[in-house]
């Protein structure tokens, strides 16, 4: 069974830091869906990679899928406290890992 | 607005009850999703329909049936719910067949509380 797995679940930060969220796949994928949820509300599509070394980026954050690891990284530069959300990773099939919940603190 | 919608956006209903959640996408997208998301389980996969065809059931109980009647629509009748089954559930669309370049579009979500 596909599993998707994020990390860290919950991640509290300080204004102005970078930290990086993980996201690790069991089975070969070829496309890696990045989303993020403000609560309340629905899930909006951050970015799409749909190759193995895809770097996507906008704004204060960047996305990159390495196939071969079955692993995509969200990076999160300088945050700012509009980052505050939950942010998912989905495979292939749209199977989605459980989240990660990001506050960012003044 | 994402060019998905689902109605009602909150529904109380009783054990005994029978209702229907409804998706609407005005995107010229081929398939269409249900999802549940829960405090429990995040993000649950429940049924997909490609081109009008079911393609996927992820082993969901029967008292959840889906309707597609058109590549626009989607349909979830719910009877003899249990409390657990209280969630928020999620419709999206995707343009369907093979590789989505341009990800899925998820709707507004309908807050379902069984009592």
């Known amino acids: 069974e596909l599993k998707v797995e994020q990390n860290p679940l919950f991640l509290s930060m300080q204004e102005g830091k970078n930290y990086t969220i993980y996201c690790n796949y069991s089975t070969t994928s070829d496309r890696l869906y990045w989303y993020r949820q403000d609560p309340g509300k629905s899930l909006e599509s951050l970015f799409v990679l749909l190759s193995n070394g895809a770097v996507k980026q906008e704004g204060r954050l960047m996305a990159s899928l390495d196939t071969k690891a079955r692993l995509s990284t969200l990076h999160i530069t300088a945050a700012v406290h509009d980052l505050s959300a939950t942010y998912f990773c989905?495979?292939?099939?749209?199977?989605f890992g459980a989240g990660t919940r990001l506050t960012v603190k003044p | 607005e994402t060019g998905v919608t689902q109605t009602p956006r909150h529904l109380v209903m009783g054990m005994t009850n029978k209702k229907s959640l409804k998706c609407e996408q005005h995107l010229g997208h081929n398939a269409m999703y249900w999802y549940k998301q829960s405090a429990k389980k995040p993000l649950e996969l429940m049924f997909v329909y490609n081109f009008k065809e079911q393609t996927e059931n992820n082993s969901v109980p029967s008292r959840f049936s889906p309707e597609c009647p058109n590549s626009s629509h989607l349909f979830l009748h719910l009877h003899t719910l249990q409390p657990e089954d209280s969630a928020l559930y999620l419709c999206a669309s995707s343009q369907g067949g093979t590789g989505e370049r341009y990800g899925y579009t998820f709707g507004s979500g309908t807050r379902l509380t069984v009592v």
């Open positions: 989905a495979v292939d099939d749209m199977r």
